[in-house]
């Protein structure tokens, strides 16, 4: 697995191989800390993808200082033609991916006015009481079902009902969501494809197919609501975007129908992987759950930070270069890919002090949890924060003592931090 490349040679670490992303986020972080002292970017091979065209490869930005610099220069930078897989996807899952992730200014700008409101301070303040509520009824149905999965009982369900009740998605399809959310992000785990490791190249190919086809269904949901919602708007945000009108124009129906995907996926996923590792980590470090439980409205929203910073639920997006460009030391070609691993840069120990370790009290904390500054940065993290914080609360005010009862069962992927299950253990009151 030692890779000779332009970079220089990197012992035993190959971050296009998944067998590296199956190892232990201990082996893999430690990996990290080596990338990081090397005197520059380094360079990986693409993955072996079938139906997509394999490029030379990419640089791999693993320091705080390079990701956040990128981040900021997004005309040098740009997330087109493809910001969320290492290869170009090929054209048939486009159409149902493409989303405003993988776009620039001005048509990144104009999607993104659309939809922008709905997750200001202002407008989530307005959902702070249904928050409150459904995570009263998780917890009471927590109690009454027993210790259990905690993902399946807490963690996945408090995110996909809040961004399905946003969109205006009926509650019978929120299990199938959830099927199709887990397919979108877990394509490369066996469990959500039934693709084997056996069956070698072929695996990632009908990988690809399960992904066109769980898009498909999600677009299938969209344009039915979108049709409804123009007929006859509710006030909802599926109602907002099909009706919104921005400089005369109206996003498309593939326009929307990637949008409501992206929503749909980025409001579920990457929150339940921060509550699951939110629950671990407290677990793992009971001094700082004292620490919160002393003062928990005081101390809450630096624990909220830490979470994300130490869990980093998206691991990495990707850049590609438009011109030349020389930044901290290293020149750059013009179409070069760059990969941004955001869980290497919040552990940079030249920004964070004691970077591996699980601190809710630490200021500042200038993590990239939720992306590097500039215009891609999270949409919906306002939100993100809201619902941990309530769960927590919840969680830690009514079962105190609750915590894992076992190693968590984590989702192979390089793209998702995620947690498939986590056994949890309390005491009913």
């Given at each position: 697995?030692?890779?000779?490349?332009?970079?220089?040679?990197?012992?035993?670490?190959?971050?296009?191989?998944?067998?590296?992303?199956?190892?232990?986020?201990?082996?893999?972080?430690?990996?990290?800390?080596?990338?990081?002292?090397?005197?520059?970017?380094?360079?990986?091979?693409?993955?072996?993808?079938?139906?997509?065209?394999?490029?030379?490869?990419?640089?791999?930005?693993?320091?705080?200082?390079?990701?956040?610099?990128?981040?900021?220069?997004?005309?040098?930078?740009?997330?087109?033609?493809?910001?969320?897989?290492?290869?170009?996807?090929?054209?048939?899952?486009?159409?149902?991916?493409?989303?405003?992730?993988?776009?620039?200014?001005?048509?990144?700008?104009?999607?993104?006015?659309?939809?922008?409101?709905?997750?200001?301070?202002?407008?989530?303040?307005?959902?702070?009481?249904?928050?409150?509520?459904?995570?009263?009824?998780?917890?009471?149905?927590?109690?009454?079902?027993?210790?259990?999965?905690f993902v399946a009982?807490?963690?996945?369900?408090?995110?996909?009902?809040?961004?399905?009740?946003?969109?205006?998605?009926?509650?019978?399809?929120?299990?199938?969501?959830?099927?199709?959310?887990?397919?979108?992000?877990?394509?490369?785990?066996?469990?959500?494809t039934g693709i084997?490791?056996?069956?070698?190249?072929?695996?990632?190919?009908?990988?690809?197919?399960?992904?066109?086809?769980?898009?498909?269904?999600?677009?299938?949901?969209?344009?039915?609501?979108?049709?409804?919602?123009?007929?006859?708007?509710?006030?909802?945000l599926t109602s907002?975007?099909?009706?919104?009108?921005?400089?005369?124009?109206?996003?498309?129906?593939?326009?929307?129908?990637?949008?409501?995907?992206?929503?749909?996926?980025?409001?579920?996923?990457?929150?339940?992987?921060?509550?699951?590792?939110?629950?671990?980590?407290?677990?793992?470090?009971?001094?700082?759950?004292?620490?919160?439980?002393?003062?928990?409205?005081?101390?809450?929203?630096?624990?909220?930070?830490?979470?994300?910073?130490?869990?980093?639920?998206?691991?990495?997006?990707?850049?590609?270069?438009?011109?030349?460009?020389?930044?901290?030391?290293?020149?750059?070609?013009?179409?070069?890919?760059?990969?941004?691993?955001?869980?290497?840069?919040?552990?940079?120990?030249?920004?964070?002090?004691?970077?591996?370790?699980?601190?809710?009290?630490?200021?500042?904390?200038?993590?990239?949890?939720?992306?590097?500054?500039?215009?891609?940065?999270?949409?919906?993290?306002?939100?993100?924060?809201?619902?941990?914080?309530?769960?927590?609360?919840?969680?830690?005010?009514?079962?105190?003592?609750?915590?894992?009862?076992?190693?968590?069962?984590?989702?192979?992927?390089?793209?998702?931090?995620?947690?498939?299950?986590?056994?949890?253990?309390?005491?009913?009151?």
């Amino acid at each position: 697995m030692t890779i000779q490349a332009p970079g220089g040679q990197v012992g035993g670490i190959n971050l296009s191989d998944l067998r590296f992303w199956q190892r232990p986020l201990a082996e893999r972080a430690a990996a990290f800390a080596v990338l990081r002292e090397q005197d520059g970017p380094r360079f990986f091979p693409d993955p072996s993808i079938p139906f997509t065209k394999r490029g030379p490869g990419y640089w791999a930005l693993v320091r705080h200082a390079d990701v956040t610099e990128a981040s900021r220069n997004p005309q040098i930078f740009s997330s087109e033609p493809n910001a969320t897989s290492v290869v170009d996807s090929p054209k048939w899952l486009d159409k149902y991916v493409n989303s405003m992730i993988n776009m620039d200014d001005p048509r990144h700008a104009k999607i993104r006015r659309i939809v922008s409101r709905a997750f200001s301070p202002k407008m989530l303040a307005k959902t702070e009481d249904d928050i409150q509520r459904r995570a009263a009824r998780i917890v009471d149905e927590l109690i009454a079902s027993d210790p259990g999965d905690f993902v399946a009982g807490v963690a996945v369900r408090l995110p996909v009902e809040i961004i399905c009740d946003m969109l205006g998605i009926p509650e019978r399809y929120y299990p199938r969501v959830i099927q199709l959310t887990n397919i979108v992000l877990g394509n490369s785990d066996a469990e959500f494809t039934g693709i084997t490791p056996e069956m070698g190249k072929l695996r990632t190919g009908l990988g690809l197919a399960k992904v066109a086809l769980a898009s498909r269904e999600l677009h299938v949901i969209a344009a039915k609501l979108g049709k409804e919602r123009i007929a006859t708007p509710t006030g909802d945000l599926t109602s907002a975007l099909v009706n919104a009108n921005i400089d005369g124009e109206k996003l498309t129906a593939q326009e929307f129908g990637t949008f409501f995907l992206l929503l749909v996926v980025a409001g579920n996923e990457t929150t339940r992987t921060a509550i699951a590792h939110g629950l671990q980590l407290f677990s793992d470090n009971p001094r700082q759950r004292e620490l919160l439980l002393e003062d928990f409205d005081g101390r809450i929203a630096g624990a909220v930070e830490e979470i994300v910073r130490i869990s980093t639920p998206v691991i990495q997006f990707r850049r590609n270069l438009t011109r030349d460009h020389e930044m901290n030391g290293h020149t750059f070609r013009k179409g070069d890919k760059v990969i941004l691993y955001y869980n290497s840069a919040n552990r940079d120990a030249a920004v964070f002090d004691d970077p591996d370790a699980f601190d809710i009290t630490r200021d500042p904390n200038p993590h990239v949890g939720f992306g590097g500054p500039g215009p891609h940065f999270c949409l919906g993290a306002n939100l993100a924060r809201r619902e941990i914080t309530v769960m927590f609360r919840e969680l830690f005010t009514r079962l105190p003592d609750i915590r894992t009862a076992g190693e968590p069962d984590r989702l192979v992927s390089s793209f998702i931090n995620g947690v498939k299950r986590l056994p949890c253990t309390f005491t009913a009151p």
